[in-house]
C-alpha cells in the first residue's frame, strides 16, 4: 500500500472525524491524528535520510495535471524537523488548551484541531511536492491555517491586528513565489519544478538571479528576514503558547526550506547570490537581536529571537552558496551544513522557551516581564528548561545552538586563507556581526531569565503562580533532551546532515574525513569539550558539596548596605538592566519614552513609561499604510451610513456597466465616421 | 598537559605580583605574591551565608564559572606545548565557553534580587559584549597570517620577523592586555579595590558570594589573568627551544603582571559611561590589525 495514501487518508479521516466529537475527544483524536501523520511521513523522512529517495507520481486532475511527488533527503530532514515540532507541540497544545475548554466555544475547538492537522500535513506536502502549482495550494492552505490557529483568542482585539497583519503579509509572501512559477510558467508551459530547472539552464545568468530574488523575497516573508520581518513580532504574541513555538519553530523555517530548494533548482550565479544572502542575513541577525532586548513582552522577545535566528541561518546560506560560486567544497559544506544544523536547533529551543513562556503566561496570568519574578521557585521545572534552552540560544557550549554556530564560525575562518579582497571584507564584517550577535543574545537571555524567574517578585500577581503538571513538562523534556544529545554528540548529527547537504554538490559528496580538513574529527574534539565541561563542572559541583557538608551554613537577607527593608521594588528590573545597552544602541532604534519627572515644589506622581518600537516596520509599512489611510480618507464622505445612498451607488454602478458598452460602440463608430471623413 | 600545569603554576602567584607591584609604586613593601593564594585557602575554609532570595542557580554558578576557565585553559597551548585539547576553531570553543561562565555569574547576580548586584551584572554583560569582537577580529587576522584555525596551529607557526610585523605584534599585545583587563575587570575600566558599588562591576556582582564559592571565583579571577597572560606570552614564545619557552613563559607572565600593577597605580578609572567608548577603540585597532595583516599577506596588490 502507498505511504501517499495513507497520509492523505489519516488526515482526511481525523478532518471528517473531528467535528462530530465532544470537545475532550476531539483534543485527543488529534492527538493521535498527529502521531499517525508524523509516524506516516517519518519513514520515507528517514528512508531519504539514508540515501534512498521515495518518488510518487499522483494522477490529478485536468488543472493540475500529473503531480510529481519526492522526497529526497533536503525534504526529509524538514518534513523530520516538522513531525518533531508538531508532534511536541500536540501533546503540549493538548495540556495548555484545557485551561480554555469551560469558555472556549465547541466550535472554535474544532477550528483550532482541524487547522492544526492542517498545518502539519500541509507543511509536509510542501515538502514533497514538485509541482509549482499543487505547491501553491499547499502554501495557501499552511497559511490559511496558521491563521486560524494565530486567531484562536479571536475576542482579543490585538489578537485580530496581528492575524490580519499576518493574512496580508503571508499573500504578498504568495505573490512573489507565485509570479515566480508564473514566470517560468509562461516560458516553459508547464508548472512543474522540473521546469524551473531546464528554464534555468536555457536562460541567461541575470534571468535567473531575477527569478531566484523573486521566490527568494516570497520565501524570506515567510521566514522573517529583515525587513520583511514585520508581521511577526506580531503574530508571535497573539497566538496561544503551543502555536507560537511551532509557528516560531517550522513555519517560518518552510521559508527557509524553499530558499534552498530553490538554490537546488536554478543554476544562478551563486557567488552573487551568496553575498546578497549573506548581507541580508547579517543585518536580519543584528537588527532581530537588537530588537529582542528592549522587548518587555516575553513572547515579543522571543518572536524578535526567531528574526536572528533566521539571520545565523541565512548566513549558513550565504555562506554556503559562496563556497559553491567559488568550488571552496569545504565552505560550502560547511555553511550548509550549519544552516540546517541551525534550523533543527533553532526548532527545539525556540519551541521549548514558547512553551515555557507559555507556562508562564498560564501561572502568572502576564507577559510583561517587568511584573514577574522569582518563578524559579515556584515553576523550577519550567525554569530549569527555560534556562537549558536559554543557553542553547545564546550558542553557548555544551548544547546544540554551539554546534551550528560553530560550523558558521569555522566555515567563516575556514574561508579567510581562499577568499580574496571583497569576500575578505564581507567575511570580517560577517563574523564581527555573529561575535555581537552572540553577545547580544547573552544579554538578552540574562535579562529575561533573571527578571523572569529570579530575584523576588516584581508586582503582585492576580493569583499564586504554581508548577504545571508533568503531562506539559514531558513534551517539553522530549524538546530538551536533543538540545543536550546534540551538544554531546556532533560527530552523529553532522554525519545525518551530510545526506541534504551532499545535494549541493550535485552527485559527489564531500568527504568529510579528508585530510585537509577533518570535520568529523574536529566534532569529536568539540564533543569531548563539552563532555570534559560537564564532567568538570558536575566534579566540581560534588567536591563543593562535600565540602559544604563540613562548614557552617547559614542563610540571611541579601546584603544590602546597611538598608534593611529590601523588597522587590528595590531590585533591578529588566529596564534598568539593559539601559546601558538602551543609551548605546538609541540611535539605531527607536524606543518612545514618556516621561513624567519631579516638578514644582510639591511634586505629584512621577512616571515613566518606554514602547519599544520597530523603525523598519515604521519606514516600510506603516508609513504607507498612512498613506493609503490618507488617499482613501478623501472618499470616505461616500461611506455616510444611508442605506438610499447606497442604493444610489448600486444603481449608478449597473447603469455604467450596462451603458458602459454601448458608449464603448459609439465612440468607436463615431471614430470609424470621422476615419472615413 | 603541560602547558595546563605551567597555567596553573603561573595563576598561584600572579596576583601577587600584581599586589607587589602596586605596593612598590606607592612606596610601601606591600605582602609576599603568595598572600592572595592564602587568602583564597583561608577563604575555602570559612562556612557560607547564602541569601533567604537565592535560588540554585546561585549555588551552581561559581562552580560553572571556574569549571569555563579551567575548560579555556585546557584549550591554552603555551608555545610548542599545545593544549590538552586542540582543534581547528578551538578558539570560538574558548571564547564561548569562558562566555557559558560569565552567563552564569551574571544570573546569578540577577538572583540574589540585590538592585547593587543586578546593577554590576548590566555593565559585565555589556563590556564583554563590546570586547568580544576584538579578540575575534584579532584570532582572525592571526589564522589569516598564519593560514591555521586553532590556537597550536597559530601560535606554532606565527613569526613576526619583518618591522610590520613587529608593529603587528605591539598592536595585537595591546589590544590583548586590554581585553584581559576587561575580562578581569581591572584598572581603566572597572576597579577591584574599591567598595563603592555604584562604581564596581565584577566586585559588586559577587558582593553575596561567599566561602568556598567566593575562594573559586577569587581564584578564577587569578586563573583567567594566567590564561590571558598565557596567550600573550604565545605571541613571543615561537621558535625557542623547550626550556626556554618555559623560561619565557614565566618572564612574560611576570612582565604582564608588573604592568597590570603599573596601570593599576598610575591610571585613573574611567567615568562608567565612557568604557563604551573605550572598547570600541579596541575593536577598532583590531580592525587595524586586521588591514595590516592583508597587507602583510599582500592581498591589496
Redesign the interface.
Known amino acids: 500500500m502507498n505511504i501517499f495514501y495513507l497520509f492523505i487518508a489519516g488526515t482526511a479521516a481525523s478532518l471528517v472525524l473531528i467535528p462530530f466529537f465532544s470537545i475532550r475527544i476531539k483534543g485527543i483524536i488529534t492527538l493521535a491524528a498527529v502521531t499517525f501523520i508524523t509516524a506516516v511521513s517519518a519513514y520515507p523522512a528517514v528512508l531519504s535520510l539514508m540515501g534512498s529517495n521515495t518518488e510518487f507520481l499522483f494522477a490529478g486532475s485536468i488543472v493540475t495535471g500529473e503531480i510529481p511527488l519526492r522526497i529526497d533527503a533536503l525534504s526529509g530532514f524538514f518534513i523530520l524537523v516538522i513531525n518533531f515540532t508538531f508532534l511536541t507541540g500536540a501533546f503540549y497544545g493538548f495540556q495548555y488548551l484545557k485551561a480554555y475548554l469551560s469558555r472556549v466555544d465547541p466550535v472554535i475547538y474544532s477550528l483550532h484541531c482541524i487547522s492544526f492537522i492542517l498545518a502539519l500535513s500541509s507543511l509536509i506536502a510542501i515538502c514533497s511536492i514538485q509541482n509549482g502549482f499543487v505547491f501553491l495550494i499547499a502554501w495557501e492552505i499552511m497559511a490559511l491555517s496558521a491563521f486560524i490557529l494565530v486567531m484562536f483568542e479571536h475576542y482579543r482585539k490585538e489578537t485580530i491586528r496581528a492575524g490580519i497583519n499576518y493574512i496580508v503579509q503571508s499573500h504578498i509572501c504568495v505573490l512573489f513565489i507565485m509570479t515566480g512559477f508564473i514566470w517560468v510558467a509562461v516560458k516553459m508551459n508547464s508548472f512543474s519544478f522540473d521546469a524551473v530547472r531546464n528554464f534555468s539552464a536555457s536562460s541567461p545568468g541575470i534571468i535567473n538571479l531575477g527569478l531566484f530574488f523573486c521566490f527568494f523575497i516570497g520565501f524570506s516573508i515567510k521566514a522573517g528576514f529583515v525587513p520583511f520581518h514585520t508581521w511577526l513580532p506580531h503574530a508571535h504574541p497573539a497566538a496561544p503558547s503551543h502555536i507560537s513555538g511551532i509557528m516560531s519553530g517550522v513555519i517560518i523555517k518552510i521559508g527557509i526550506y524553499g530558499i534552498m530548494r530553490m538554490l537546488l533548482l536554478i543554476q544562478l550565479d551563486y557567488l552573487t547570490a551568496g553575498y546578497i544572502i549573506l548581507i541580508i542575513s547579517v543585518m536580519s541577525g543584528l537588527y532581530g537581536v537588537m530588537l529582542a532586548i528592549i522587548q518587555h513582552n516575553l513572547k515579543r522577545l522571543l518572536a524578535y529571537h526567531s528574526i536572528e535566528n533566521i539571520g545565523i541561518i541565512g548566513m549558513g546560506i550565504g555562506l554556503g552558496c559562496i563556497g559553491l560560486g567559488t568550488g571552496n567544497r569545504m565552505l560550502a559544506f560547511l555553511g550548509f551544513s550549519g544552516a540546517l544544523l541551525h534550523v533543527l536547533n533553532h526548532s527545539l529551543f525556540k519551541s521549548l522557551l514558547f512553551y515555557a513562556a507559555g507556562n508562564v503566561y498560564q501561572a502568572a496570568g502576564t507577559m510583561n516581564i517587568e511584573k514577574l519574578g522569582g518563578l524559579i521557585k515556584r515553576m523550577p521545572g519550567t525554569a530549569f528548561m527555560f534556562l537549558i534552552a536559554a543557553l542553547a540560544i545564546c550558542g553557548l557550549p555544551p548544547f546544540n545552538g554551539f554546534i551550528s554556530e560553530f560550523l558558521i564560525y569555522s566555515a567563516m575562518f575556514g574561508g579567510l586563507s581562499s577568499a580574496g579582497l571583497p569576500f575578505l571584507l564581507i567575511l570580517v564584517f560577517s563574523i564581527l556581526g555573529l561575535v555581537i550577535i552572540g553577545g547580544l543574545a547573552i544579554i538578552c537571555f540574562t535579562k529575561a531569565f533573571g527578571t523572569v524567574f529570579l530575584g523576588i517578585p516584581r508586582a503582585a500577581l492576580e493569583r499564586e503562580p504554581v508548577e504545571m503538571g508533568i503531562g506539559r513538562l514531558i513534551p517539553m523534556g522530549a524538546v530538551m533532551l536533543p538540545i543536550v544529545a546534540i551538544g554531546i554528540f556532533p560527530d552523529i548529527i553532522i554525519q545525518v546532515l551530510s545526506e541534504p547537504v551532499n545535494l549541493f554538490f550535485g552527485g559527489s559528496g564531500f568527504n568529510f574525513r579528508s585530510h585537509e580538513f577533518p570535520l568529523l574529527g574536529i566534532m569529536k574534539s568539540v564533543a569531548r569539550c563539552s563532555l570534559g565541561f560537564y564532567l568538570l563542572a558536575g566534579s566540581l559541583f560534588l567536591i563543593r558539596r562535600m565540602i559544604m557538608k563540613r562548614r557552617i551554613v547559614s542563610a540571611g537577607p541579601t546584603w544590602g548596605c546597611g538598608y534593611a527593608a529590601t523588597g522587590g521594588k528595590l531590585q533591578y528590573t529588566a529596564s534598568s538592566f539593559i539601559r546601558n545597552y538602551r543609551k548605546l544602541a538609541e540611535p539605531l532604534l527607536s524606543i518612545e519614552i514618556r516621561k513624567k519627572g519631579v516638578t514644582g515644589i510639591f511634586p505629584k506622581i512621577v512616571s515613566q513609561e518606554s514602547h519599544p518600537y520597530d523603525k523598519i516596520e515604521g519606514i516600510f509599512i506603516d508609513r504607507f499604510l498612512n498613506l493609503i489611510g490618507r488617499v482613501t480618507d478623501i472618499f470616505s464622505f461616500l461611506q455616510n451610513g444611508n442605506l438610499q445612498y447606497y442604493i444610489l451607488y448600486g444603481l449608478v454602478f449597473i447603469m455604467l456597466v450596462m451603458t458602459g458598452p454601448v458608449l464603448y460602440d459609439i465612440m468607436i463608430s463615431f471614430l470609424g465616421f470621422i476615419d472615413r471623413l | 598537559m603541560i602547558s595546563l600545569i605551567l597555567i596553573l603554576t603561573a595563576a598561584m602567584f600572579f596576583s601577587g605580583i600584581v599586589i607587589r607591584a602596586r605596593s612598590i609604586a606607592s612606596g610601601r613593601k606591600g605582602p609576599g605574591i603568595f598572600q592572595p593564594v592564602k587568602d583564597i585557602l583561608r577563604q ?14 546561585f549555588q ?1 554558578a561559581p ?2 564559572y ?3 576557565i ?2 579555556g585553559i ?2 591554552m597551548p603555551v608555545g610548542e606545548y599545545r593544549g590538552l ?6 578558539f ?2 574558548f571564547a ?2 569562558l ?2 561562565g ?2 552564569f555569574m ?2 546569578a547576580a ?10 554590576g ?3 559585565e ?2 563590556f ?3 570586547a ?2 576584538a579578540f ?2 584579532i ?2 587576522s592571526l ?2 597570517l598564519t ?1 591555521n ?1 586553532s590556537f597550536s596551529g597559530i601560535f606554532s607557526t606565527l613569526k613576526f620577523g619583518s618591522h610590520i610585523n613587529i608593529a603587528l605584534g605591539a598592536l595585537t599585545t595591546f589590544v590583548l592586555v586590554m581585553i584581559a583587563m576587561i575580562e578581569n575587570s581591572r584598572m581603566p575600566v572597572d576597579d577591584s579595590r574599591t567598595h563603592l ?1 555604584l562604581t564596581m562591576i565584577h566586585e559588586v556582582m559577587v ?2 558570594n561567599s ?3 567566593l575562594a ?1 571565583i577569587m581564584h578564577g579571577v587569578n586563573l583567567k589573568f594566567a590564561m590571558y597572560g598565557a596567550l600573550i606570552a604565545n605571541l613571543f614564545i615561537p621558535g625557542f627551544g623547550e626550556y626556554i619557552t618555559i623560561l619565557i613563559f614565566f618572564a612574560i607572565q611576570v612582565i604582564f603582571a608588573v604592568t597590570v600593577g603599573a596601570i593599576e597605580s598610575f591610571m585613573a578609572r574611567f567615568r562608567m ?1 565612557h568604557n ?1 567608548q573605550f572598547i570600541f577603540i579596541l ?1 577598532s585597532v583590531s ?1 587595524l590589525i ?1 588591514f595590516a595583516v ?1 597587507l602583510v599577506i599582500g ?2 596588490s
Open positions: 575555602l575554609k570559612k562556612g557560607s551565608v547564602f541569601s533567604d532570595t537565592t535560588s540554585i542557580i551552581i562552580v560553572i571556574f569549571a569555563s579551567l575548560m585546557c584549550i585539547i586542540s582543534f581547528d576553531g578551538d570560538v570553543f564561548y565557553v562566555a557559558a560569565k552567563f551574571i544570573i540577577l538572583d540574589t534580587g540585590s538592585s547593587f548586584e543586578g546593577m551584572a548590566s555593565r554583560a555589556l564583554s559584549m563590546l568580544e569582537p575575534f577580529i584570532m582572525g589564522a589569516l593560514g584555525t558599588e558582593l553575596d566561602g568556598f564559592d573559586l559611561n563604551p575593536s580592525l586586521f592583508l592581498k591589496f
